[in-house]
């Protein structure tokens, strides 16, 4: 069965680092642009950033611009999200999608949209 697999998330104190990682399954992701998403208790789920298939475009939400970086690494079948400087309001449950929509399109989530694959999400906590 074909999917994503997130891993990477914990517990962190506030200005530290962690990186996600969101490994495909079943399927060479070299072909689809990926993003991450985050969904925190209470509040609708919004994008964080998106890197196309190739790797030379990527999007990012203005909440984490700066601070968070998206990478991928095709031979890997590997996308990677790097988040420094972290705050309180990073907490969530982040997931990771992977789709054929451009990477701006993407990260705004079109109404009715469901991607080709999804992974179950790993939990950030941001906290002292």
């Known amino acids: 069965q074909s999917h994503l697999v997130e891993s990477g998330g914990g517990l962190v104190q506030p200005g530290g680092s962690l990186r996600l990682s969101c490994a495909a399954s079943g399927f060479s992701a070299k072909y689809y642009a990926i993003g991450w998403f985050r969904q925190a208790p209470g509040k609708e789920r919004e994008g964080v950033a998106c890197i196309s298939s190739s790797g030379g475009n990527s999007a990012y939400s203005d909440s984490v611009k700066g601070r968070f970086t998206i990478s991928r690494d095709n031979a890997e079948n590997t996308v990677y999200l790097q988040m420094n400087s972290l705050k309180s309001e990073d907490t969530a449950d982040y997931l990771c999608?992977?789709?054929?929509?451009?990477?701006?399109?993407?990260?705004?989530?079109?109404?009715?949209?469901?991607?080709?694959?999804r992974g179950q999400g790993t939990q950030v906590t941001v906290s002292s």
């Open positions: 999608v992977a789709d054929l929509l451009s990477v701006e399109d993407m990260l705004t989530m079109p109404p009715g949209w469901t991607p080709n694959y």
